[in-house]
């Protein structure tokens, strides 16, 4: 069966450090990956998706950047973080016209 | 911007009740989801219903949909203690790549 893995589970980092969120999936290949932030509250909202290795699109501009260095490995990164940059972040998989799968989350907190 | 609308915002019902939660969005869609989240927790899914579709059943859920209207329900039958949690609809629009948009969601609370 399909797993994917999303670490840390929590983060507190000061304004100005870099940042990085991995997310693995496993039992499957070739899926499309997404990033999400929350803000409390509220709903999702898409900050970067990808259909395959090396292939990133943007759907906000942002302080981040995503990459996808392997066919289930999706990073999200940050060079200098920003206050606006805490949240609760989530990643998932999906196929061609079915449910995505969520991760449990990172609680991204800056300080 | 949001392409889903969920109302309300917060429902808060007694064991045993049904809970419908509503759903409004503005452009033509693919398929509309539902998940629940609880708190603190990653999504889950709970139902796709595709636009050609009208009503979907799953254990003591029931989806419909209206896309005369743009507008999707989820009843919730017989609650439990349980079912408290955050339940989003997230639709998908033709030649997007299945990207979802979700909407802010309905807090449901469901006292024993």
């Known amino acids: 069966s399909q797993t994917i893995h999303q670490w840390p589970a929590t983060l507190v980092q000061p304004v100005g450090s870099p940042l990085s969120l991995e997310c693995t999936v496993e039992?499957?290949?070739?899926?499309?990956l997404y990033w999400y932030r929350q803000a409390a509250g509220r709903g999702l909202q898409l900050l970067f998706y990808?259909?395959?290795?090396?292939?990133i699109s943007s759907e906000v501009p942002q302080n981040l950047s995503a990459s996808r260095p392997q066919d289930r490995q999706f990073i999200l990164s940050s060079k200098k973080l920003l206050l606006s940059d805490s949240g609760f972040y989530l990643c998932?998989?999906?196929?061609?016209?079915?449910?995505?799968?969520f991760g449990d989350g990172t609680r991204l907190s800056i300080l | 911007s949001q392409q889903g609308e969920e109302d309300p915002q917060a429902l808060s019902i007694q064991e045993g009740e049904n809970a419908t939660m509503n759903c409004s969005y503005k452009?033509?869609?693919?398929?509309l989801q539902w998940y629940r989240q609880n708190s603190g927790r990653g999504l889950v899914h709970l139902i796709l219903?595709?636009?050609?579709?009208r009503e979907k059943h799953s254990g003591r859920l029931r989806v419909t949909l209206d896309t005369s209207k743009k507008s999707s329900s989820l009843l919730i039958t017989a609650s439990r203690a349980a079912d408290t949690a955050s339940y989003f609809c997230?639709?998908?629009?033709?030649?997007?790549?299945?990207?979802?948009?979700f909407g802010k969601g309905t807090l449901l609370t469901v006292n024993p």
């Open positions: 998932a998989w999906g196929r061609r016209d079915q449910p995505q799968h």
């Open positions: 039992g499957t290949s070739n899926p499309n």
């Open positions: 990808s259909v395959g290795i090396g292939q």
């Open positions: 452009t033509s869609i693919n398929n």
């Open positions: 219903i595709r636009s050609n579709e």
């Open positions: 997230a639709t998908d629009v033709w030649g997007s790549n299945y990207k979802l948009t």
